[in-house]
């Protein structure tokens, strides 16, 4: 099983779309979880932190559920601007708090 | 806003030379880490540093690969005798805490090996 798995996509939606993707981690003993996202040939920035009760900022959302090993991001209201690739994230392997493990990311295209 | 530096953009070098990249990480961050993807890839860890002497390295870090901080604002990673597979970008990256919370990553560094 791959340690960070995600839906490469692509996603192409509409301006004003909702548009929701899901991960999955196999390291139950990962503490920080986060979604970043990829602009090509560019840096992963960090989009937000996942916490256990979930968390919004604006137009994003993220759900964190420990016993499914399963992580969400819902993009509400779609932008232009939010065209790009998507990167679940978490802390392990198992043992490691700082090293960062990668999903290969979801792609998303939104269209005018 | 504080940011990640990361220089050379782009670095091309032969088989089998010496580079080194060199970052300078947030002023107040006390983590700082190497990752690499190559293209059409994921992002993978190399290694992590905190109080000059690394944390954790991954299975790509080997004797081909060191880091430094050689002054207060210097991060960097040299690889010794490069192989054309070393042909990726290379990210610098800082947090503030330990537990690999909120990294921060810098441009990246293309790096191509002929």
């Known amino acids: 099983r791959k340690e960070v798995e995600q839906d490469p996509g692509p996603f192409n939606v509409p301006e004003g779309a909702t548009v929701a993707f899901n991960c999955t981690y196999s390291?139950?003993?990962?503490?920080?979880f986060f979604w970043y996202r990829q602009d090509c040939r560019k840096e992963p920035k960090l989009l937000m932190s996942?916490?256990?009760s979930g968390n919004e900022d604006g137009r994003f959302t993220a759900q964190l559920n420990r016993a499914s090993q399963y992580i969400s991001l819902l993009i509400r209201d779609s932008k232009l601007s939010d065209s790009a690739t998507y990167l679940c994230?978490?802390?392990?392997?198992?043992?490691?708090?700082?090293?960062?493990?990668f999903g290969s990311g979801t792609q998303l295209t939104v269209l005018p | 806003e504080p940011e990640v530096t990361q220089t050379p953009s782009h670095q091309v070098t032969q088989m089998g030379q010496e580079v080194i990249l060199r970052c300078v990480p947030i002023?107040?961050?006390?983590?700082f880490y190497w990752y690499r993807q190559i293209l059409g890839q994921k992002v993978e860890f190399l290694v992590s540093f905190y109080n000059n002497e690394i944390s954790e390295k991954s299975e790509i870090f080997d004797d081909q690969f060191s880091v430094e901080r050689p002054d207060g604002s210097n991060f960097t990673l040299k690889i010794r005798s490069t192989k054309l597979e070393d042909s990726a970008m290379y990210f610098c990256?800082?947090?503030?805490?330990?537990?690999?919370?909120?990294?921060?990553f810098g441009p990246g560094t293309r790096l191509t090996v002929t």
């Open positions: 990256a800082s947090s503030p805490s330990s537990g690999g919370r909120e990294q921060y």
């Open positions: 002023s107040n961050h006390l983590y």
């Open positions: 994230v978490v802390n392990g392997p198992s043992g490691s708090a700082r090293q960062l493990t």
């Open positions: 996942v916490y256990s």
């Open positions: 390291n139950s003993a990962s503490q920080s």
